[in-house]
């Protein structure tokens, strides 16, 4: 059964920081392009930054340049979101993606 599990969401001020963590699970994790996805209320699912199975980061939206880095662990299965000088307009569900596979979501709130 495939799964991806998120956590690391929550409420954080303007400025603040959160790591997120993706945990995959049956299926080949190490083989796959990973992706971060964010869905803001009342907007579209929108990329944040994908990797590629060897750690090759590929940044897909300007806005989070220079603030967010994405990295994984293969051994762990595991894909992470290192958010910084998070802003209000980060507010959205994150999800994680593999292939065709996705996870149920977890809320980031950036609010003060």
């Known amino acids: 059964q495939v799964q991806l599990v998120e956590s690391g969401g929550g409420l954080v001020q303007p400025g603040g920081s959160l790591r997120l963590s993706c945990v995959a699970s049956?299926?080949?994790?190490?083989?796959?392009?990973m992706g971060w996805f964010r869905q803001a209320p009342g907007k579209e699912r929108e990329v944040v930054e994908g990797?590629?199975?060897?750690?090759?980061?590929?940044n897909y939206a300007d806005s989070v340049k220079g603030r967010f880095t994405i990295s994984r662990d293969n051994a762990k299965n595991t894909v992470y979101l290192q958010m910084n000088s998070l802003k209000p307009k980060d507010t959205a569900v994150y999800y994680c993606?593999?292939?065709?596979?996705w996870g149920q979501g977890t809320q980031v709130t950036v609010s003060s």
């Open positions: 049956g299926f080949a994790f190490r083989n796959y392009t």
């Open positions: 993606n593999g292939g065709v596979n």
């Open positions: 990797i590629n199975w060897s750690g090759g980061r590929t």
